[in-house]
């Protein structure tokens, strides 16, 4: 038996025709639509696609979007600036800053610039403050993402034993928060873990979240466990053709696993959907 497809690019699809529906009903109501800001600092290809693909998510639902793409030697000053404007901007519900920035500047202080009640990403402290004491405000898009796929398909989550992998602020230690308020009992590992086999191979949810390829086999998995798929790694093969796959040995894991996510379709599409998610969350609290 091969392990089922935890499909997160469908149910991305349907998030988004659920939020084109709520933006048509409040957009009459509220007097205008809702509005995001991404903020890309410089030319990094793949920075590029990931905001070219959240503008055409934006578009589709209805979010007007306010993004701006600043050159190479743009100053910390000169984005604070722009970051203190979009805050001010009652069209604006919902700002982002894209990450990597180029040498020099300090995303973390962009980050704090941002109005908590428009930090569509769920990065600020005061944002995950509220997630840690339980308190409603934004959540970070990714591990969110996760979250609802869970919820899509039905998993339980209420005393089972689940491990992520990877500690980072963006998805590991947030998800580590959101999988604990679900009941869940939850154990954070990450590269330096020992004997991480030992550790992933009690989950009956295993998130991997680290960021390289392959570091999840399949004696590493228990059998029937859900594996959770966060990781983006770009490999080349010997015809010099890229493509993405996650931490999770795929092909390997899917023959011990119940449910899996695949790299692409399975978190990726999930987090962009949260992202429009909470733009419209931060323009409904304004009404």
């Not at 980050?111 to 402290?125: F, M």
Request: net charge negative; proline share 6%; with cysteine.
């Amino acid at each position: 038996m091969e392990a089922k497809i935890l499909d997160g690019k469908a149910l991305a699809q349907k998030i988004q025709a659920e939020l084109k529906q709520q933006v048509e009903e409040l957009t009459p109501k509220i007097g205008r639509s809702p509005g995001l800001a991404v903020l890309m600092v410089g030319d990094n290809p793949a920075s590029a696609a990931y905001v070219r693909n959240k503008e055409r998510a934006c578009e589709k639902v209805g979010i007007a979007s306010f993004g701006k793409h600043f050159p190479t030697e743009t100053t910390q000053e000169e984005l604070k600036q722009v970051i203190d404007e979009l805050n001010k901007d009652d069209r604006v519900d919902g700002i982002l800053v894209q990450l990597p920035l180029p040498d020099g500047l300090d995303s973390v202080s962009l980050l704090h610039q941002i109005d908590p009640d428009k930090d569509a990403d769920g990065l600020h402290p005061v944002n995950l403050g509220r997630l840690v004491r339980g308190e409603p405000g934004l959540r970070s898009c990714t591990p969110a993402g996760v979250m609802r796929l869970l919820e899509e398909y039905q998993i339980p989550l209420r005393g089972q034993k689940a491990v992520v992998v990877g500690r980072s602020i963006l998805v590991g230690k947030p998800l580590a928060l959101m999988l604990l308020a679900a009941d869940a009992t939850v154990t954070i590992a990450h590269s330096r873990s020992q004997s991480l086999g030992e550790i992933t191979r009690d989950a009956d949810i295993l998130v991997a979240a680290a960021g390289r390829k392959d570091l999840i086999t399949a004696d590493m998995v228990k059998p029937e466990a859900i594996v959770i798929d966060v990781g983006i790694n770009k490999v080349t093969d010997e015809a010099g053709k890229s493509r993405l796959v996650g931490d999770v040995n795929f092909d390997a894991v899917k023959t011990v696993a119940s449910y899996i996510t695949p790299v692409p379709g399975g978190i990726g599409p999930m987090t962009v959907a949260l992202l429009l998610a909470n733009t419209l969350w931060s323009y409904t609290q304004k009404k």
